[in-house]
């Protein structure tokens, strides 16, 4: 319903059957109470006059839109009537009606608070103020402030979220207005500043903190600056010229009093403001100065490394190189073309599409002189956090000098095997030369024993004074003779054989067909007469009938080292021992030969160096280390098989031997 007006002569109906300004031509113009009514039903803020009895004067329609109150119901002309009213219905919270009713009529009556807030349960937000009338009453205004409210509350959330920003931030930063005074700042500035909360909320300005700071030894010129002596001003305005209005963005560095370091970033507003903000950088220079100092070592280091070390890029641009790298290739700094560097960009591609990188291998290439050398390379990649390959790291050894020494060693050591041969054939010599001076020597006796029986009986014969006895005698001593000159002579015949095979196989290493069995007792035969200076046995478990097609002399040569490193290491002299040699053809088109001796064994701890070249425990008793590592060569090599050694319980030792039959 519209505004009612006390004291005024027309009724609230007529008023409502007024015409109101601009609905056109009336049966008489409006008064001023006409025009009282319409500007209160057209302001934003609800209205309510009440009189010193509590009763309403004046209400409208705005208010009854804020309360959510139908247009035209009017609980009564009783102001009370009204709170108790809006109570019941929960406008003001929780609670006894009759309670809160009575707390807010007396508020009303007291004009007490003149300016409050109601927050209505539908959350919008009503400021009420109150001022009293003459008469002992009091005219209530009513302001939707929801919106503002809203706005001031998330004004003072960004205010607060700006706030814990800047105090959360690593950096000081302050804010200065036109004339360079302070208007904002953290708590960082203050402390990197070495200024206080109450010097700062004092509003200084720009110079005012300068001279507190070089007056304080916090800041100090920089170097080549006037010599002010105690000037403090004079300082402050050196500074000030230098650092105080910058056109446009300026960053410069300065040392603190206290040791830091601290960055400052001066950003000039357009309205003639500033916002500077410090970082401390000490961290960061000393983390620098480390990872400088980090470089000059790595470089330092990889610069003394004797092999080539260059970095590249996934693109295959070089981007570092080492001293031994630029060294070997001299002004051009890269290695000349051709097949090696084909072959290292191949890599280097195949490391970047694989992500893997690619072991130590051998190659040859020319240095920076043509020159060509033998290098073990690898590369590795360097990935970034994704496990991309971004570089590319090769690393090459130069191993020229070694591969030359390992050439003069295979020589040196082909002549030295070739030396053991020649022993092992001086030493059958003059073993088989020993075994054949006995039978030769009976022989002789024989002959000479036969000769003197032939001129006695000759003798007797030419006198005529033989008889039959003499006959007799004479034919018993001639058969005697000859049986032994044919039995030793026969027996000479064989080992002349024996030595005359076992020697030619050595000396020629030729292939040939041989029965194992028979050529290992060839083998010992020429090995008896060292052996017979021991009390070691030889036994052997080696079926007839196994023909190898291959180098008897080479496996000659094996089975002689094998026997006699045991007569050297494994007895001590005068100490029984036995030796056994057995072989079987398993698999087949396969000969597995097992050398096994009841003898010292051989200790755990060098077990793994038995083969080495020159590797022996006697060397000053005349031992070359290479007994073992000639067998391992010609069981590798030219019989193209292998020996191991086996692992055994006990006492002994155990070899075993496999080669092919053919």
């Known amino acids: 319903m519209p505004a009612q007006i006390p ?249 603190q009093g206290d040791g830091r370091f601290i960055e400052v970033r001066v950003v000039p507003l357009p309205d003639g403001g500033q916002v500077r903000t410090f970082t401390d950088i000490t961290d960061r220079l000393i983390a620098d100065e480390a990872l400088r100092q980090g470089r000059e070592i790595l470089t330092g280091v990889i610069d003394a490394i004797p092999a080539l070390i260059d970095v590249k890029d996934r693109d295959g641009t070089v981007r570092l190189t080492n001293r031994y790298y630029r060294e070997t290739y001299g002004p051009a700094a890269a290695p000349p073309p051709g097949p090696s560097t084909d072959r290292a960009t191949a890599l280097d591609r195949l490391v970047v599409d694989s992500g893997q990188g690619v072991p130590f291998h051998e190659d040859r290439a020319p240095d920076g002189d043509g020159a060509m050398r033998d290098w073990l390379t690898t590369k590795m990649p360097l990935t970034d956090d994704d496990g991309e390959v971004t570089h590319i790291v090769t690393v090459a050894l130069n191993i020229t000098a070694r591969k030359r020494a390992e050439a003069e060693l295979r020589d040196a050591q082909a002549s030295l095997i070739q030396a053991e041969k020649l022993s092992s054939l001086a030493q059958l010599v003059a073993g088989v030369a020993h075994e054949v001076n006995t039978p030769i020597g009976v022989t002789l006796t024989a002959i000479s024993h036969l000769a003197e029986e032939v001129g006695r009986i000759r003798t007797l014969f030419e006198e005529n004074r033989i008889r039959r006895s003499d006959f007799r005698d004479f034919l018993d001593v001639a058969w005697e003779s000859t049986r032994m000159i044919l039995s030793n002579v026969e027996r000479a015949t064989g080992l002349i054989q024996s030595f005359k095979q076992v020697a030619s196989d050595q000396a020629s290493g030729e292939r040939r067909a041989f029965d194992l069995a028979a050529y290992v007792d060839e083998v010992l035969l020429s090995l008896r007469p060292r052996l017979r200076r021991t009390r070691v046995t030889v036994e052997l478990d080696i079926p007839a009938g196994l023909i190898v097609d291959g180098y008897p002399g080479s496996f000659a040569q094996v089975l002689s080292n094998l026997i006699i490193n045991a007569l050297v290491h494994a007895f001590d002299e005068g100490e029984p021992g036995r030796i056994l040699l057995s072989a079987r053809e398993q698999p087949a088109g396969w000969i597995e030969m097992h050398y096994a001796d009841d003898g010292k064994g051989i200790p755990a701890d060098i077990r793994s160096r038995i083969f080495d070249p020159f590797f022996t425990t006697k060397r000053g008793l005349g031992a070359s280390g290479l007994g073992l590592s000639i067998c391992a060569n010609i069981m590798t090599g030219t019989m193209r098989g292998s020996i191991a050694l086996e692992d055994g319980e006990g006492k002994g030792t155990r070899f075993v031997l496999r080669f092919p039959v053919g």
């Open 7 to 255: 004291d005024l002569p027309q009724s609230p109906e007529y008023l409502a059957t007024r015409p109101l300004p601009g609905d056109g031509p009336g049966p008489e113009p409006a008064t001023g109470d006409d025009l009282a009514v319409l500007a209160l039903e057209q302001m934003d803020q609800g209205v309510m006059l009440v009189d010193a009895d509590l009763t309403v004067r004046v209400i409208n329609g705005r208010l009854y839109e804020m309360f959510e109150v139908p247009r035209g119901y009017m609980p009564g002309a009783d102001y009370a009537r009204i709170v108790h009213y809006l109570a019941h219905r929960g406008e003001y919270g929780p609670g006894d009606p009759e309670a809160i009713a009575a707390h807010n009529l007396d508020r009303a009556r007291r004009g007490d608070p003149p300016l409050y807030e109601h927050r209505r349960p539908n959350g919008r937000v009503l400021e009420v103020r109150t001022r009293p009338t003459s008469g002992g009453g009091f005219l209530r205004t009513y302001s939707d402030v929801t919106e503002r409210r809203r706005a001031e509350d998330e004004l003072a959330t960004q205010r607060h979220l700006l706030r814990l920003t800047l105090e959360n931030m690593g950096q000081g930063i302050v804010l200065l207005d036109r004339d360079l005074h302070y208007i904002a700042w953290n708590s960082n500035a203050l402390d990197i500043l070495g200024v206080g909360e109450e010097l700062m909320r004092a509003n200084p300005a720009l110079p005012d903190v300068v001279r507190h700071q070089i007056a304080n030894g916090i800041v100090g010129l920089p170097s080549g600056a006037p010599d002010f002596g105690d000037d403090l001003d004079a300082k402050t305005v050196y500074l000030m010229d230098r650092i105080g209005r910058p056109e446009r963005e300026f960053v410069y560095a300065r040392p």
